[in-house]
């Protein structure tokens, strides 16, 4: 295993630790185990012994033989010999990634503060490394940081020693909130112009490449780029690329010119070539997506902020976070789902129970009657909201919901109906038994996460993480010994941290119902969702007990509404019939407090409630005392995530009086809009509308009322009207107009006209390669035209002399401003 | 992921197209408009028929109907300032359906019965 490290005086240097014997299991007939150990021990480099370790599913110790690969090369060839030896023998363990079984043996992580104890340093870096490290990625890259800011200087040439490790110690832990952010030296590149566009597609300019925010732009004109750029890897030797299509478009490219020029171009460390990986198209949840190919780097960590979940939704100070927890390598973490890193989160806690994990999945869901199926194959609740402008609205959301469920009921894919606890209690609804004697892997994983996830939370409100950060170069005031490798982060790193620990939360959930995760079981997804219902709906109950109108609920938020002494009934159902008139579907004038006529209804359609006898005023005490009673009941953390002076839900586009649970916006006390379903939060909104919008939204957010909000309403139809007048008079330039779109078939198999479709193909006889899942952008040119091909054009081949089409962006223009007007009365 | 039972949005959605088929053929063309706006406002109910789950979603449709017809009726009640409780035994003939609309005119009752 090749261990890349930055010591304390700034040095890089690689090591290789040899004593890493990485190990599988095979279960099987006790004779035929030791036929395969014969077999194996007489091929290649392994040490076998039978022993002992746990089945996950019903805790049995089962005899199974365990293979130690002396070269962890083998490992993947050795399993496969197994299987090929006798496809009915059971392996376990073998396909796990080598640097995070590394990581978990040795107690290091990816980015650690480690002591190492190395051997005499030994040859420079050269070709011809045994096979033994040409597999094996940078899998750690544990890091020290030193005092010393000295930078490489000019030409410098940095032969990379290679010590081997005698031992390895961290000094480090994962779940601390303070530490220390690797000291790397980052380089950025990136194409000119709109950095969303594939360059693919055809339109890209030159590369620009940074150092410290200092930007260059590198062109042919006087030297080719790649001899500029090996320049400057060299000069510069950063340990990080970050770039935007750098791995199917900018590595690739500046390889080739490369090689054309007979240059070495050392984007590795090593002297091994750059790793590549084929690009793919794949379904999830309904849709297609595509995946570019990958180009990582040996020595040297490559993010493209393109390709990349964790750096796309998080940025780095969430990708450092996400490597730390996971322990999987950073390239790869970039690159793959928080579902693959929870997966490696749970599969580190069974390793160390010494239970076997299986290589693939062999557990079905059980058999189920028709009618238990119906009641268990669901999900959360969603109540629809009602429609109209509310004023003084609280949201009330559970905090990590599903999480907390599963920690704090137990449940994991193999506490569900466990064989070992018959009188468990069950789970509502549906009568599933969760173990009482032993606590779930996916439990103590996500509780760990919650713990530090709310840490974050708590370090964000405190009042040092606002003034210090680890960027602002001033001696962190907390510190806390002068040796203390602990800094506060500043708020918005807590905020990125909170967010990839999020993401690994709502996997952990989403993985239990995946066929093909390990931790999956379907039963302990359906106990989750029901538990969640359950929970909503003593929220619901309590909310209405206690004089609160529930407005919306969605899944593990309810939006209320303190309305005066509003309640259905004062014994409940049955008794106070006929309802209230505040409980009626008509709307409600909110200026006058009385119910509108059916013309008047039509006229406005305002269903705020304000039939209370008392002018409604937010009570902010009112909602934190209603959020702490639901916790009481429920068990479960709940937070008053914000007292909104208004919410406005809107109906369906199709139908007007229908609701739909994700059409809204809320105005918090503090200014701060909330926004779901509308255009501007659509990915395929031309930049123009969604500009509108935003305006339009941001002027009537400083409303305070339904009275105010009118007013607001008059200056935001202003601004609209200036929108659609720009868009007649031709001055809106035409990347403001652009639509992306994602493909959802190959450009020849569409069989329809629409935009996409015309787009596609006129991409594809330009000669883009398009694949299904990829985005493609184009301009509504006329939209009406009796000739497909002028209807849009592709972005990526506009030229200048194409107009747009005014009436498409107009209604566009229509479109988005009128959940803005529907409730309102000018 | 993925779920093996429709939702009962979905559900909603496919016994509309159901009825549609047949039933609706045979309505007049005002008609079918209600028949949609029906089904359409089973969705205010939604979260109580995935709660409830019936095998049949036709049962619980029909029970959001059915409520939706109570509320809307309640609702009448409170705007007109009466309880048609207190007159169920009024004995005046029902309104007569009249014209082409979808939905029964309604007749303007005669001056009350003197005996």
């Not at chain 1, 002396?70 to 023998?89: E, K, M, Q, W, Y």
Request: hydrophobic residues 40%.
């Amino acid at each position: 295993m090749v261990v890349w490290l930055i010591e304390s005086s700034q040095q890089r240097r690689r090591l290789i630790d040899h004593s890493f014997r990485p190990c599988f299991y095979v279960q099987g007939p006790e004779k035929q185990l030791a036929r395969l150990a014969e077999a194996l021990t007489a091929c290649a480099a392994v040490s076998c012994a039978l022993t002992e370790r746990q089945n996950i599913w019903d805790r049995r110790r089962l005899r199974v033989l365990q293979v130690a690969v002396h070269h962890p090369t083998l490992f993947a060839p050795l399993a496969r010999f197994v299987r090929r030896f006798d496809s009915s023998l059971a392996l376990y363990d073998s396909d796990l990634m080598l640097a995070t079984m590394y990581c978990w043996e040795k107690n290091i992580f990816p980015l650690a503060r480690v002591e190492i104890e190395a051997g005499a340093a030994g040859t420079d870096v050269a070709p011809g490394f045994s096979p033994a490290h040409a597999d094996l990625k940078v899998g750690a890259t544990p890091a020290r940081v030193g005092a010393s800011s000295a930078g490489p200087g000019p030409n410098a040439v940095r032969p990379y020693i290679t010590s081997e490790i005698l031992s390895i110690t961290c000094r480090d832990n994962e779940w601390l909130t303070e530490y220390e952010r690797p000291p790397v030296r980052t380089m950025r590149i990136r194409l000119e112009g709109i950095s969303d566009v594939n360059p693919k597609h055809g339109r890209h300019g030159a590369i620009e490449v940074a150092i410290e925010n200092d930007w260059q732009t590198l062109d042919d004109s006087d030297e080719p780029t790649a001899q500029v750029f090996e320049r400057l890897l060299r000069v510069h030797d950063p340990d990080v690329l970050v770039t935007e299509w750098g791995d199917d478009v900018l590595l690739p490219g500046l390889l080739r010119q490369a090689q054309r020029l007979h240059l070495r171009l050392p984007l590795n460390r090593d002297a091994l070539p750059v790793e590549k990986t084929r690009s793919r198209s794949y379904m999830s949840y309904g849709r297609i997506l595509f995946k570019e190919s990958t180009t990582t780097l040996f020595g040297r960590l490559h993010i493209d902020t393109q390709n990349s979940f964790g750096a796309d939704q998080c940025e780095m100070e969430g990708l450092w976070e996400l490597v730390r927890v996971t322990k999987l390598p950073v390239q790869y973490a970039c690159r793959t789902t928080p579902g693959t890193g929870i997966s490696y989160m749970q599969m580190e806690v069974a390793w160390r129970d010494g239970v076997l994990i299986p290589a693939q999945k062999a557990e079905p869901e059980g058999l189920k009657h028709p009618d238990e199926l119906l009641r268990a194959d669901r999900g959360g609740l969603v109540f629809p909201p009602r429609l109209g402008f509310f004023e003084n609205v609280a949201e009330l959301d559970f905090v990590s919901e599903f999480p907390s469920i599963m920690a704090k009921f137990n449940i994991s894919p193999e506490t569900v109906n466990c064989p070992c606890c018959p009188q468990a209690p069950r789970v509502p609804e549906l009568g599933y038994r969760v173990c009482q004697r032993h606590r779930g892997i996916t439990s103590r994983v996500v509780e760990r996460l919650i713990a530090k996830r709310r840490q974050y939370k708590e370090m964000m409100r405190s009042p040092e993480s606002g003034v210090w950060s680890p960027d602002s170069g001033i001696p962190n005031p907390q510190a806390r010994t002068p040796d203390s490798v602990s800094r506060v982060p500043s708020a918005a790193a807590c905020k990125q941290r909170r967010d990839v620990l999020k993401w690994l939360l709502v996997c952990c959930f989403g993985y239990t119902g995946y066929k093909n995760a390990r931790f999956g079981k379907i039963e302990a997804h359906e106990a989750i969702n029901a538990l969640a219902r359950e929970k909503l709906l003593v929220a619901k109950e309590a909310a209405e007990q206690r004089g609160f109108r529930v407005l919306h609920a969605l899944v593990d938020s309810i939006y209320v509404q303190k309305a005066g002494d509003w309640r259905l009934g004062a014994g409940g159902w049955g008794k106070a019939l006929p309802l209230p008139i505040a409980d009626c579907r008509l709307p409600i004038d909110p200026i006058n407090h009385r119910q509108l006529s059916s013309i008047e209804n039509r006229q406005s359609k305002i269903g705020n409630c304000r039939s209370c006898p008392q002018p409604l005023v937010p009570n902010r005490e009112d909602y934190e005392r209603l959020a702490q009673e639901i916790e009481q009941l429920t068990g479960l953390p709940l937070a008053l995530e914000a007292v909104y002076r208004y919410a406005v839900f809107l109906p369906s586009q199709q139908c007007a009086e229908i609701p739909v649970p994700n059409r809204f916006f809320c105005v918090s006390d503090e200014g701060e809009l909330k926004v779901r379903g509308l255009e501007c939060r659509r990915h395929d909104t031309p930049p123009f509308v969604t500009r509108m919008q935003r305006e339009v939204l941001a002027i009537l957010a400083e409303a305070r009322d339904f009275s105010t909000y009118c007013g607001k309403l008059r200056e935001a139809r202003e601004v609209y009207e200036r929108y659609q007048e720009r868009l007649r008079d031709g001055s809106v330039a035409a990347e403001e107009l652009v639509i992306r779109k994602r493909l959802t078939k190959a450009p020849g198999n569409y069989q329809k006209n629409s935009s996409t479709a015309i787009a596609a193909r006129q991409l594809d006889r330009a000669g883009v390669k398009l694949r299904p899942g990829e985005n493609i952008e184009f301009i509504i040119t006329d939209a009406d035209s009796s000739l497909i091909d002028d209807r849009v054009r592709a972005w990526t081949l506009w030229e200048g002399w194409r107009g747009y089409d005014v009436e498409a962006y107009g209604k566009a223009l229509a479109k988005a401003f009128e959940p803005a007007a529907h409730f309102g009365r000018q | 992921m993925g779920r093996t039972v429709a939702t009962f949005r979905d559900l909603i959605e496919q016994e509309l197209q159901n009825w549609k088929q047949r039933f609706g053929r045979a309505l007049r063309q005002e008609e079918q408009a209600h028949l949609e706006a029906m089904f359409n406002r089973v969705r205010l109910y939604v979260q109580a028929c995935t709660y409830h789950f019936p095998v049949d979603a036709m049962h619980g449709i029909h029970v959001a109907v059915e409520l939706d017809h109570e509320i809307r009726l309640r609702r009448i009640e409170a705007a007109l300032g009466i309880s048609l409780e207190t007159q169920w035994m009024d004995s005046r003939p029902l309104p007569l359906p009249a014209g082409d609309g979808g939905v029964a005119d309604r007749v303007e009752p005669a001056a009350p019965p003197t005996d």
